[in-house]
């Protein structure tokens, strides 16, 4: 089952570079020298329960919708010029997760068939530094219904 989005707005992935010692960008070089004891990715099917408790439903999307062609927003983790801002000491901690994509990713859907990334960040922009190039299990927020 794969999700439809609308396509907002964005044609680019935000650009990264480094900006202080407890917030990166993720393509710094201190966030790439993280050592990465797994290189281990995959996105676990959502169970009922926790599709019940935090959304309207789960389906898959490739990794490619967020943000590299427009269809999930990553905005919400962005400062001010445009850029993604990862917390450090949270990107190091998610980096010794055997399994980044464990948990899903929380969509946010909003009326105007927009689609935001609300949560998993850190695990997405941890799973992109693996290499991972497949389909993600997203939980959605449908705001529409």
């Not at 794969?2 to 960008?25: D, G």
């Not at 201190?30 to 959502?46: A, G, H, L």
């Not at 329960?49 to 427009?70: H, M, Q, R, W």
């Amino acid at each position: 089952m794969f999700c439809k989005f609308k396509y907002s707005k964005r044609r680019y992935f935000p650009p990264f570079e480094k900006k202080t010692n407890f917030q990166i960008f993720a393509t710094s070089k201190k966030y790439q020298n993280i050592p990465r004891p797994n290189k281990f990715v995959k996105s676990i099917e959502p169970t009922m329960n926790k599709i019940e408790n935090v959304g309207d439903y789960a389906c898959l999307v490739p990794i490619t919708f967020f943000g590299f062609n427009s269809v999930i927003n990553t905005d919400l983790q962005a400062n001010e010029k445009g850029h993604t801002v990862l917390n450090f000491n949270n990107a190091k901690r998610v980096a010794r997760f055997q399994n980044p994509l464990s948990d899903v990713l929380i969509i946010s859907k909003l009326n105007d068939g927009t689609a935001h990334l609300k949560d998993g960040f850190h695990r997405l922009y941890e799973a992109k530094e693996r290499g991972f190039t497949g389909d993600v299990w997203v939980v959605v927020l449908d705001a529409v219904n």
